[in-house]
């Protein structure tokens, strides 16, 4: 009778299927393990050839097959990650009846604190003194279940590869009681996904790349337990690039270049738990700014409606002028000059086909206010009319001849110029009325922006600063959303665009919060409160984040 044995993938892990019939046997593939069968039958037989078969396979699999493409080095280790490690076995001990140690070097040092397991009371097989001056390249892995048997049969000094091997933080209590996070490496019990130990023959190609970075590692660490500085010591231990080392305890004593302004009873959250959490969740969190977009300040302020929560660019000079120039071809009605509300006055210019402007002054109670009091009303005015017209009036109107009155321009132009600054309306939430609205406010020498859109049936725009942030605390990485009007940077962004010194500012505090060119360990601290939220795009649901109640401190400015 024929059997048949076949390998499929079911919930992500491989598994067998076999037909009546079928028996087999199966070994733990690591060199030197004690060769234990796992057999689909009670009953069998197992041979001293077969024992030998079984050692002759386990050496051939040990070269020939190759490297699994989830390697990863110690300095390269994140959080809440599932990855495989060639190392070098420097200590082992038996902690109880489910777990062993292993103490292990690749000679690359983790970006933040690895845990440590209480040798005192253990029978520790290696040399302790020889760990401890490696200067934290070596790292505790705790091993369970039917790993167990392996990893006693291990040899201190030998190289492995240890399969499957996960990684967490979790907090611990330093001596001067600041809550630390530290990475815990565990192999956990089962074959799921490849799991388990195996030693590499001294012929393995990633055994001889390993010794050699074992040998520059050694001697950095002697030399550094011999009295050199250990700032210098620090640049030769390859560690994760661009990412956060919580290695310096003093850290937690350093002042932060942004503080808080509410919700000071919220703890602070490493961003490793933060993103593996449902959304909305507010936090407190401790980073340094990996990288900010956009890198040109100027394009990170956009128009923002209060009331749809809507996003839009701010028109660039260009842009304008030509919106502008598209209505300077419509003649001014006669009919619609000088009413009780204004004065007006028309001109033609020489240029441009002898175009028509008409520019009305709108009164108070009748009589003309002095020029720098005065809000007036331009009807074909190109963009360089108007800003001369607002170098010397109060505010300025663009607008045009209706049936029945003026009325404004398109919302794409500012229905209001006062100075340098620019007041939009939004196109989506506005339902405008004539200009005779004006007559309804009180105060006509003012012109408060927002009396003004209110009396015209404008939903006023706000100039924003919307950027991401990428930050980065050691444990993970998170791109966050700065949507500030003017609190966060203590820079109104309705002035930016047309201040060259507040962008000078700005430009300066960007420069100290991500200093360029410099090594992301020498940043400063941010502690920042984010929220999450829920995104939805068609069918597919993500989860965003962004800064809130977060400024940045005075001594930064």
Not at 414 to 436: A, N, T
Request: glycine fraction near 6%.
């Amino acid at each position: 009778m024929s059997t048949t044995f076949q390998i499929q993938v079911y919930k992500n892990e491989t598994q067998g299927i076999t037909s009546s019939g079928f028996a087999s046997l199966t070994f733990e593939g690591t060199l030197g393990a004690p060769v234990i069968p796992r057999t689909s039958s009670r009953y069998f037989n197992f041979t001293t050839e077969d024992h030998k078969m079984v050692e002759t396979l386990r050496t051939w699999a040990s070269v020939h097959i190759p490297p699994s493409s989830t390697l990863v080095k110690l300095c390269d280790v994140q959080s809440m990650q599932y990855f495989d490690l060639t190392c070098q076995l420097l200590g082992k001990a038996q902690v109880d009846g489910a777990s062993f140690l292993l103490k292990v070097w690749d000679g690359t040092r983790t970006p933040f604190p690895s845990w440590r397991v209480c040798v005192q009371d253990l029978v520790f097989h290696g040399d302790l003194s020889y760990i401890r001056r490696l200067q934290n390249l070596a790292v505790d892995i705790l091993v369970y279940d039917n790993h167990v048997q392996v990893a006693k049969s291990l040899k201190v000094g030998s190289f492995l590869r240890i399969y499957s091997l996960h990684t967490k933080l979790q907090s611990v209590n330093s001596e001067n009681q600041t809550t630390l996070l530290a990475l815990e490496f565990h192999l956990h019990g089962g074959t799921s996904y490849g799991r388990g130990i195996r030693v590499l023959p001294e012929s393995n190609s990633d055994v001889d790349q390993l010794k050699k970075a074992l040998e520059c590692a050694s001697l950095t660490a002697n030399q550094s337990s011999d009295g050199i500085c250990q700032s210098e010591c620090e640049d030769s231990f390859p560690t994760s690039s661009g990412s956060v080392s919580l290695y310096e305890v003093e850290r937690c004593q350093q002042l932060s270049a942004t503080i808080l302004t509410d919700h000071q009873y919220l703890e602070n959250t490493p961003l490793c738990a933060i993103l593996n959490q449902k959304a909305p969740q507010r936090y407190r969190i401790r980073a340094k700014l990996r990288s900010y977009k956009p890198r040109r300040l100027f394009q990170s302020v956009k128009l923002y409606c209060p009331n749809c929560q809507s996003m839009q660019e701010v028109l660039q000079e260009g842009d304008l002028d030509r919106i502008l120039q598209e209505n300077t071809t419509k003649t001014p009605d006669t009919k619609l000059q000088n009413t009780l509300l204004y004065d007006s006055k028309v001109w033609t210019t020489k240029d441009q086909g002898e175009r028509q402007v008409a520019v009305h002054f709108v009164k108070n109670n009748g009589v003309l206010p002095l020029s720098n009091d005065c809000l007036i009303l331009i009807e074909g005015g190109t963009l360089s009319e108007i800003y001369k017209l607002a170098d010397k009036f109060h505010s300025v109107i663009p607008v045009r001849s209706g049936h029945e009155d003026l009325e404004l321009l398109d919302l794409s132009v500012p229905f209001l110029i006062q100075g340098k600054m620019h007041h939009y309306g939004c196109k989506r939430c506005s339902s405008l009325k004539p200009i005779q609205s004006l007559n309804n406010l009180v105060d006509k020498t003012s012109w408060i922006p927002s009396s003004v859109a209110e009396v015209l049936g404008i939903v006023p725009l706000q100039h924003m600063f919307v950027m991401t942030f990428t930050l980065d605390d050691g444990t993970g990485v998170l791109e966050a959303y700065l949507v500030d009007s003017d609190k966060f940077f203590h820079i109104p962004a309705s002035e930016i665009l047309t201040n060259d010194y507040l962008q000078e500012s700005m430009d300066m505090i960007m420069n100290m919060l991500c200093p360029p060119g410099k090594k992301i360990d020498t940043y400063p601290w941010l502690e920042c409160f984010i929220k999450s939220y829920n995104v939805r795009s068609g069918k597919e649901q993500q989860i965003c984040y962004q800064i809130f109640d977060t400024t940045v401190a005075d001594d930064v400015i």
